[in-house]
C-alpha cells in the first residue's frame, strides 16, 4: 500500500539549511534517511518542496481566476517536503514516520495515496 508521508517543519527548522553552524547535521540526517528508505525499497518518491514564501495559491470562485502570492495561511508548521513509500501496512509507514528528522521540531502526517479509478 502507499502512503504519503508529509513533512512538516516550523520556521527554525526551516532556517537551519541557512546557519552554517547547523546545515550539514540538518542534510547529513535528511539524506541518511532518504537514503535509508530508498536502500529498503519502500520509495516510490519524493522531493522537498521551497519555502512557502515563494509558493502561489490559486482559487477559482465563478469562473474567475485568483492568484495570491505566497502563503495562504499562517501556519506555525509549512510543508517541507514529502516522500510516497509503498509498504505493507499503516504500521509500516508510521515506523518509517517516526525516522524522520523534522519528527521532533515539526511533524510528519501521513496519508493512504487513492487508488486511480478503475477504467
Not at 553552524?21 to 540538518?26: C, L, P, R, S, T
Not at 541518511?32 to 509558493?55: E, K
Not at 495570491?68 to 517536503?81: I, N, Q, R, S
Request: proline share 9%.
Amino acid at each position: 500500500m502507499h502512503y504519503m508521508l508529509l513533512f512538516h517543519e516550523t520556521s527554525a527548522e526551516r532556517a537551519k539549511p541557512n546557519d552554517p553552524a547547523q546545515a550539514e547535521a540538518y542534510w547529513g540526517g535528511w539524506t541518511a534517511y532518504i537514503g535509508a528508505i530508498a536502500q529498503s525499497g519502500a520509495m516510490v518518491s519524493g522531493n522537498g518542496l521551497q519555502p512557502p514564501d515563494v509558493a502561489t495559491t490559486l482559487r477559482v470562485e465563478n469562473g474567475k481566476r485568483h492568484v495570491v502570492d505566497g502563503p495562504f495561511a499562517d501556519t506555525k508548521e509549512m510543508l517541507a517536503g514529502y516522500v510516497i513509500v509503498d509498504v505493507p501496512d499503516l504500521d509500516a509507514a508510521l515506523e518509517w514516520a517516526s525516522r524522520a528528522p523534522c519528527v521532533t521540531g515539526g511533524s510528519v502526517e501521513i496519508r493512504p495515496v487513492m487508488p486511480p479509478p478503475s477504467a
